[in-house]
Nanobody, 125 residues
Framework: QVQLVESGGGLVQAGGSLRLSCAAS????????MGWFRQAPGKEREFVAA????????YYADSVKGRFTISRDNAKNTVYLEMNSLKPEDTAVYYC??????????????????WGQGTQVTVSS
């Protein structure tokens, strides 16, 4: 079992920055990969970024590449999503997720095993 709790969401103006955190508990954090997804009102949940168990490999959706950075601190059992140059279209509920397959970076929702409850990010124009 893995429990995930996101934090750090909020309201920010376009061009601003936010850092999301996701604290994990349960299984050994360094044994699985992590990802961030988001879901805007009326839209399907979509992949944002993922990071391998060691942090050595990352992958991003084209829509956030160059603006968002995913990282992890295995000593703190936490994964982060640093979001810069935010746009109104980044407004969504952001979810972190755990992929118990340690050797891959997954981008599909059904590849992830555990999910957090989500944190709202609102970007005003």
């Amino acid at each position: 079992q893995v429990q995930l709790v996101e934090s750090g969401g909020g309201l920010v103006q376009a061009g601003g920055s936010l850092r999301l955190s996701c604290a994990a508990s349960g299984r050994t954090f360094s044994s699985y990969a992590m990802g961030w997804f988001r879901q805007a009102p009326g839209k399907e949940r979509e992949f944002v970024a993922a990071i391998s168990w060691s942090g050595g490999s990352t992958y991003y959706a084209d829509s956030v590449k160059g603006r968002f950075t995913i990282s992890r601190d295995n000593a703190k059992n936490t994964v982060y999503l640093e979001m810069n140059s935010l746009k109104p279209e980044d407004t969504a509920v952001y979810y972190c997720a755990a992929d118990l397959s340690p050797f891959t970076i997954a981008t599909l929702i059904n590849e992830y095993d555990y999910w957090g409850q989500g944190t709202q990010v609102t970007v005003s124009s």
